[in-house]
């Protein structure tokens, strides 16, 4: 069965520095990869996504990542945080009408001054 | 505008008292689902539905039921809840399994 890690709990960073969030799969075939985002009281908004093609997806909000077939990665990655940006980034793993998507538990991002 | 909404957004109920939440989406999917989200244990899903009258249980489905007489809308009801079910619960819908989702705002469930 596929599953999904995300390694870090909970990550703090300093506005303005750079961010990496970590997300790992295990499949055997090239997945559909996600990242979502939730800010505190609201629901889940999509992020990114990859389906196929270039390995360097862009997202809204600065966000981008990329898919790496032999790590079996897809991290989230932002230049330079920003405080609006504090809030839990989850990833997720699908194959197209077959599988439901599965999730990462998630990582807490604070940004701090 | 092309939403999942959800109602109610808060609720405080008793044990044993039945709920219904609402769910219902605009963009004509096929796929829709439940999830719960608790502290530490992510997301989680609850029933799921690949069609109208077909819905399969997801990981969690114990106390919990679903229909979906119509392609809009996707209830989930608990018959009769416990505390064990205070959690806040997402309804989503995608096109077709596996496909990106898109997600209702969260219900906050209490149950005292």
């Known amino acids: 069965a596929q599953s999904v890690t995300q390694p870090d709990i909970h990550i703090t960073v300093s506005e303005g520095a750079s961010l990496e969030l970590r997300c790992n799969y295990s499949y055997g075939a090239t997945p559909y990869l996600f990242w979502y985002v939730q800010s505190p009281g609201q629901g889940l908004q999509l992020l990114l996504k990859y389906f196929s093609g270039d390995t360097l997806v862009q997202g809204i909000k600065g966000f981008e990542a990329e898919f790496k077939r032999s790590q079996s990665s897809f991290n989230l990655r932002k230049p330079s945080v920003h405080w609006s940006d504090a809030a839990e980034y989850f990833c997720?793993?699908?194959?197209?009408?077959?599988?439901?998507?599965?999730f990462g538990k998630g990582t807490r991002l604070s940004v701090i001054a | 505008e092309a939403q999942v909404t959800q109602n109610p957004r808060y609720l405080i109920t008793v044990t044993g008292k039945k709920l219904t939440v609402t769910c219902s989406q605009n963009m004509n999917h096929e796929y829709m689902s439940w999830y719960r989200q608790d502290p530490g244990l992510g997301l989680r899903q609850i029933y799921y539905?690949?069609?109208?009258?077909?819905?399969d249980k997801g990981d969690v489905p114990e106390g919990y039921k679903v229909s979906r007489k119509e392609k809009r809308n996707f209830p989930l009801i608990l018959e009769s809840p416990s505390p064990n079910q205070t959690s806040l619960y997402f309804c989503a819908s995608s096109l077709l399994r596996g496909d990106e989702q898109f997600f209702g705002p969260g219900t906050r469930l209490t149950v005292l």
């Open positions: 539905s690949m069609n109208v009258e077909v819905t």
């Open positions: 997720a793993v699908g194959i197209s009408g077959n599988t439901p998507l599965v």
